[in-house]
Each structure stands twice: as C-alpha cells, then as structure tokens.
C-alpha cells in the first residue's frame, strides 16, 4: 500500500483532497502495517472491522484504505467526535466473541508540530496537509493494543431473519427488536424519545 495511490483514491471517493484524508489515510496505514495486514481490499478482504469515533474526512479515507463501508456492516461508527478509529483484526480470536485490534488517535501535538517543522507553507491547510504527510507515525498518533467484543450478529456476513415491529409494522432486521411484554417493537416504537424524526405529514 502506497501513500501517493491511496491518497489519489481517496480524493476521488471523497471529493476533495484536505489535510483529513491525508491524516485518515496515514491512520488506516499505521493500523494496517501494525496488524500485518498488507492488501486489505486484497488477500486480508475481510479480516478488518473498523469502528471510527467521528464523520468526518477521515472517515472516507479510512474506508477506503480498509475497504471497510458502512453498507458492508464492516465500517462501525461511534460518535464520539474524535479522531481516532479502532481497527479489529478477526482473525486474532482472543475469547468469546473477542478479537484483537489496535486504537489509533490522532495526536493534538501533531497541530503544533505542522506550524513549527513547516513554518514557510501558507495556508495553513496545506501546512497541515504536508505535515500529515511528511512527519513519522509516532510523531502523528497514538497507539493503544485492545481488545473488542464483536457478537456474530455484528458481523459483516451475519444472516439474520426479518420481524415486522409489532406497532409500526415496518420490518426490522439482524435482531435490532426490543421485546416490550410479549410485542417486539422496532426501535422508534420501543423508545418513541430516540426518535431524531418528527413526522409532519397532514
Ligand atoms: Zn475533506
Ligand atoms: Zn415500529
């Protein structure tokens, strides 16, 4: 995996070349490179389940490196509005449902170390975007070794049946129903307040 083409692909994917795509891709590299795997959209294809912690540039970039996508079930998002994504290897089964993985954050010091290794570039977007490029992974991020939980039926290939939501009757998939008494409800009916919608049909 090579910087130059990956950063070409993730401009073409997101839209734009920005100093986020340049850090999510070197991010996803770091983890990539950490966990051994070499082609993740080659050979190691479906060895990764990536959680990001925010929806940002990023996380495209991030997705394209892994080859990880929400519509895959393989791309998880935690909205913690943090730069920083957890990259599980499921192959490294350490217990029940339990993989290994490595946390990869951005460091804040990485800011600061763009205005004073590269001074002499303005703007300041291009600052940053030449520092995530040029300065060492330690330099760039943090690293932590976990370990995730990840129950089959959050898994990318998980088969599941569809219920109808006992109110709503809209179908409900890969067990997302609550069970209220002896009903099982669709989230919106289970816990009307996690609606993000207000319907306003007449
Ligand atoms: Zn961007
Ligand atoms: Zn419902």
Redesign the pocket.
């Known amino acids: 995996m090579e910087l130059e083409a990956l950063l070409k692909e993730a401009e073409v994917a997101?839209?734009?070349?920005?100093?986020?795509?340049v850090l999510g891709v070197r991010m996803a590299m770091h983890a990539c490179a950490l966990l051994q795997i070499t082609e993740p959209r080659g050979k190691d294809r479906k060895r990764l389940v990536t959680f990001v912690e925010i929806d940002?540039?990023a996380t495209?970039a991030i997705g394209v490196v892994t080859g990880c996508r929400l519509g895959k079930r393989a791309l998880k998002f935690v909205d913690w509005g943090k730069m920083a994504a957890t990259f599980v290897d499921l192959t490294r089964v350490v217990g029940d449902d339990l993989y290994r993985g490595v946390r990869v954050a951005a460091l804040e010091s990485s800011k600061d170390l763009a205005r004073q290794r590269f001074p002499e570039i303005e703007p300041k977007n291009l600052q940053q975007m030449t520092a995530y490029r040029e300065l060492s992974d330690a330099e760039l991020f943090s690293v932590e070794r976990v370990e995730v939980r990840l129950p089959a039926k959050e898994f990318p290939g998980y088969k599941a049946g569809r219920v109808a939501c006992a109110l709503c009757g809209e179908g409900i998939n890969y067990d997302r129903g609550v069970l209220r008494g002896d009903e099982l409800l669709c989230g919106g009916c289970s816990a009307p307040e996690s609606r993000y919608y207000k319907v306003v049909n007449p």
């Not at 997101?14 to 795509?21: D, E, K």
């Open positions: 997101h839209g734009h070349l920005c100093a986020g795509q940002r540039c495209d």
